[in-house]
Antibody, heavy 125, light 107 residues
C-alpha cells in the first residue's frame, strides 16, 4: 500500500513559483505501471487535474495551466515534484499528489488510486 | 476537452435512504469513469472505477452504472459515514476532468 505525503512552502508570493514535492513510501515509484499526478482543490471548490507524468518521462498537463506547470521525478529519492510558475491568488488551493495505476502502460484508463492528504498553498504578498 | 456534468450539486437524505447521483460526459468515454468520495479535510477516496467495478474494501451498498454517456452512482441504504461529497471523473483521455461534485447532507 503506497503512502504519499506532500511537502513545500505553505505561502508563496504572487508572480513567484510554487514548488511542492511528493514523497512516496510503502513501495517504489519506479514502475512501468505508474503515473505520478497532481490535483488541486481551491478552498470550498471542486477538484482540478493539474498534470500527470508517466514513469517513461511522458508528461500530460491541463491545457489551462500548461504554460506554467512542470512535473518531474527523482526516482532515487522515491519522490516527484510540481512547479507552478507566475502564481496568482487564483492558484491558492490544497494541492494533492496522487499515483494512478496504468495496467496497459501509457494508455487509458486513468483513475487516481493513491492520494496524499494534500498541502494548502496560499498565494499572498 | 471532455466536460463532466454532475447533478445534483447537493442532496439531503436520511439514514437508510436510497440516493442516486448522476454524471454526464460531453462525449463518449466508453465505461472509463470513476467515482470518488471526499470527506472534509481528507483526500478523495476511489469508490468505483470502470463505471461499475467496486474498489476493494468499498461496501456493497455502493454501485455504479452506465447508459451511453450517462453514469449513475447509487447508495442503496445510506449510512452515517456516507455523508460526504462525491465526484465523478473521466479516465478516458487527457486532460482528465472531474464533475463539479455532489454534497450529500443529512436531512
Amino acid at each position: 500500500q503506497l503512502q504519499l505525503q506532500e511537502s513545500g512552502p505553505g505561502l508563496v508570493k504572487p508572480s513567484e513559483t510554487l514548488s511542492l514535492t511528493c514523497t512516496v513510501s510503502g513501495g517504489s515509484i519506479s514502475s512501468s505501471s505508474y503515473f505520478w499526478d497532481w490535483i488541486r482543490q481551491p478552498p470550498g471548490k471542486g477538484l482540478e487535474w493539474i498534470g500527470s507524468m508517466y514513469y517513461s518521462g511522458n508528461t500530460y498537463y491541463n491545457p489551462s495551466l500548461k504554460s506554467r506547470v512542470t512535473i518531474s521525478a527523482d526516482t532515487s529519492e522515491n519522490q516527484f515534484s510540481l512547479k507552478l510558475s507566475s502564481v496568482t491568488a487564483a492558484d491558492t488551493a490544497v494541492y494533492h499528489c496522487a499515483i494512478h495505476i496504468a495496467p496497459s502502460g501509457d494508455y487509458p484508463p486513468h483513475y487516481f488510486d493513491y492520494w496524499g492528504q494534500g498541502a494548502l498553498v496560499t498565494v499572498s504578498s | 476537452d471532455i466536460q463532466m456534468t454532475q447533478s445534483p450539486s447537493s442532496v439531503s437524505a436520511s439514514v437508510g435512504d436510497r440516493v442516486t447521483i448522476t454524471c454526464r460526459a460531453s462525449q463518449g468515454i466508453s465505461s472509463l469513469l470513476a467515482w470518488y468520495q471526499q470527506k472534509p479535510g481528507k483526500a478523495p477516496n476511489l469508490l468505483i472505477y470502470g463505471a461499475s467495478s467496486l474498489q476493494s474494501g468499498v461496501p456493497s451498498r455502493f454501485s455504479g452504472s452506465r447508459s451511453g454517456t450517462d453514469f449513475t452512482l447509487t447508495i442503496s441504504s445510506l449510512q452515517p459515514e456516507d455523508f460526504a461529497t462525491y465526484y465523478c471523473q473521466q479516465g478516458n483521455s487527457f486532460p482528465l476532468t472531474f464533475g463539479q461534485g455532489t454534497k450529500l447532507e443529512i436531512k
